[in-house]
């Protein structure tokens, strides 16, 4: 027996995973946004000059492949995350109708310990918006999530999280007087990833789970103390729309997200009910990253990833409350011996032209076992085919949810089915 990946999943039932991915879409394209694919395998490269090479997706969590062939100049991987691969995908197919509006769903990877909402191999939208420097187009992205978690999926149990990070010379200042807090501390007084991180990517400090850490951050400068004019215009301006817009939303002045290219803006969808991994969506500005991947100017852009596997975390207990479509009907078809199965065969032709969905009990058995098997089955109708029916060019009819019976011509059948 060989069992499946340490962090992976089997998806046994598909219903609400497709419910959420056909919901997610419907409301981006009402947005305006069109679906991209891009490939599970890209260069190494791409990651370390997007993510930047001290966070931990890059340096501890990467799924490296080596073909068997490999001539030993590329470095490929498996995808962590999508937005540099879109981003690359802008820059390499020289898209210039902009702003270029963009959505992809697929698996990404990460070699992270798997807990509860956390998971080697897991599945994200990534929606992006290349090409729009106004900090409106802020407000309707993290607008349009907000109503899709809130109204399209009925979700009440989360906050929406924001930090501003100002540009990358507001951050840039701004490191330095953190730096200076944090030197000031007494010796010890921060944990050993938080002195590590303090000389090497110093805001992910504000990410430790250690309380005695977190306590001095209470007291820590703040980002939007230390912006510029224009960036403090900006930051007003945003919570202006979204507070017009009644979005509500918590300033949260330790959120500065895992990867490095974030600037201005950042938001995190967080539930207390994922448990620890609270977070089921997240993203923010990232203006230079065009840029930084070869592209030939800079390009003001935006997006977010929702974590497919959390948000089905919170819409299984309100299934219900959900409008999910019912299974189509099924039509079972039972040939009573092997000299009715090629009509039997050509009758579930004539139903599924007809898009009814039909399946032939075609296992030898008794007419009494293949209906127990029809029922387990989960059948709507069972139509029985023996000598009499194959001679009278008939077919019996049983309703499975009231019990009745009734012979029907094989020609009126499709006719009385549909009524
Ligand atoms: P990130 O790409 O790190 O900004 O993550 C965006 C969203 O993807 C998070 O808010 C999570 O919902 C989801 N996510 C990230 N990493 C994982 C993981 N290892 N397992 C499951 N979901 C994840």
Redesign the pocket.
């Known amino acids: 027996m060989i069992n499946r990946v340490k962090g992976t999943q089997d998806f046994i039932d598909v219903t609400l995973f497709n419910y959420a991915i056909s919901k997610i879409e419907k409301h981006l394209r009402s947005y305006h946004f069109t679906e991209i694919k891009t490939p599970l395998i890209e260069n190494i490269e791409l990651f370390k000059r997007s993510l930047g090479t001290v966070t931990d997706?890059v340096n501890k969590e990467m799924f490296i492949i080596k073909p068997a062939q490999a001539d030993g100049i590329e470095t490929l991987c498996l995808r962590p995350?999508a937005t540099a691969p879109i981003v690359r995908a802008f820059i390499e197919n020289t898209i210039t109708r902009l702003p270029w509006k963009v959505f992809s769903t697929g698996p990404?990877f990460?070699y992270?310990r798997p807990q509860k909402?956390?998971?080697?191999q897991?599945h994200?939208t990534t929606i992006e918006v290349i090409g729009s420097a106004s900090i409106a187009q802020d407000a309707q992205f993290i607008t349009m999530l907000d109503r899709l978690f809130h109204e399209t999926f009925k979700l009440d149990n989360y906050t929406l999280n924001i930090n501003f990070l100002g540009t990358y010379e507001d951050r840039k200042k701004y490191t330095t007087v953190l730096k200076t807090f944090l030197d000031k501390q007494i010796t010890g007084a921060l944990c050993k990833l938080c002195q590590l991180r303090k000389d090497s990517n110093i805001m992910r400090v504000f990410d430790c789970k250690n309380a005695d850490c977190q306590k001095i951050y209470q007291d820590a400068p703040q980002i939007i103390d230390n912006l510029s004019n224009e960036s403090k215009k900006e930051w007003e301006q945003l919570k202006e729309y979204l507070d017009l817009l009644s979005v509500s939303y918590s300033y949260t002045p330790t959120l500065e997200?895992?990867?490095d290219y974030y600037n201005k803006t950042v938001f995190?969808f967080a539930s207390q009910s994922l448990g620890s991994?609270s977070?089921?969506?997240?993203?923010g500005r990232y203006d230079q990253l065009v840029h930084m991947l070869g592209g030939p100017k800079e390009m003001p852009s935006l997006g977010a990833?929702?974590?497919i596997?959390?948000l089905l975390l919170l819409l299984e207990p309100i299934r219900d409350r959900l409008t999910i479509d019912q299974e189509s009907a099924l039509h079972i078809i039972i040939p009573f011996s092997k000299d009715q199965k090629v009509l039997a065969l050509l009758l579930a032709d004539e139903l599924r032209s007809h898009d009814l969905c039909t399946d032939v009990i075609v296992d030898n058995a008794s007419v009494k076992s293949m209906m127990r098997k029809a029922n387990k089955m989960g059948a709507t109708y069972v139509l029985m085919l023996g000598e009499d029916e194959q001679k009278m060019g008939k077919v019996l009819v049983k309703n499975m949810t009231n019990g009745t019976e009734e012979h029907v011509a094989q020609i009126d059948v499709v006719k009385h089915l549909k009524k």
Not at 117 to 120: I, T, V
């Open positions: 997706v995350e990404m990460r992270e909402g956390r998971y080697r897991f994200q997200r895992r990867l995190e991994q977070a089921f969506c997240g993203g990833a929702i974590g596997e959390r």
